[in-house]
């Protein structure tokens, strides 16, 4: 069975700095894509981030230059460095794991999701 948890959201000033993280067991995570994704209130669900198998990455252009997505196999983990914060950022950011290891910015690309952790930027 395919676990995914995210942790380290929180409430954080703007410009400043948050990391969350995704842990996935349950799978080969070496071989599998993980995508960020972030809904607001009252809007759709949205693309952040994604790291494939390789490391490749692709961001969505409201973080481009202020968040870095990373992984780290050893620990079956990927990470999500938020920098400069803005209080639109403020949103329940979602993990997602798509096990055949494609970058994608569709929901779809992806089969195993988290609960998400909530992160609030104030102005």
């Known amino acids: 069975q395919v676990h995914v948890v995210e942790s380290g959201g929180g409430l954080v000033q703007a410009g400043g700095s948050l990391i969350v993280s995704c842990a996935a067991s349950g799978v080969t995570f070496s071989t599998v894509a993980v995508g960020w994704f972030r809904q607001a209130p009252g809007r759709e669900r949205e693309f952040v981030a994604a790291i494939k198998w390789n490391s490749a990455r692709d961001y969505a252009e409201p973080v481009k230059g202020r968040f870095t997505i990373y992984r780290d196999n050893a620990k079956n983990t990927v990470y999500l460095q938020m920098n400069s914060l803005k209080p639109e950022d403020t949103a329940v950011y979602y993990c997602?794991?798509?096990?055949?290891?494609?970058?994608?910015?569709?929901?779809?690309?992806?089969?195993?999701w988290g609960q998400g952790t909530q992160v609030t930027v104030s102005s």
């Open positions: 997602a794991v798509g096990r055949f290891g494609t970058l994608g910015r569709s929901q779809d690309n992806y089969d195993y």
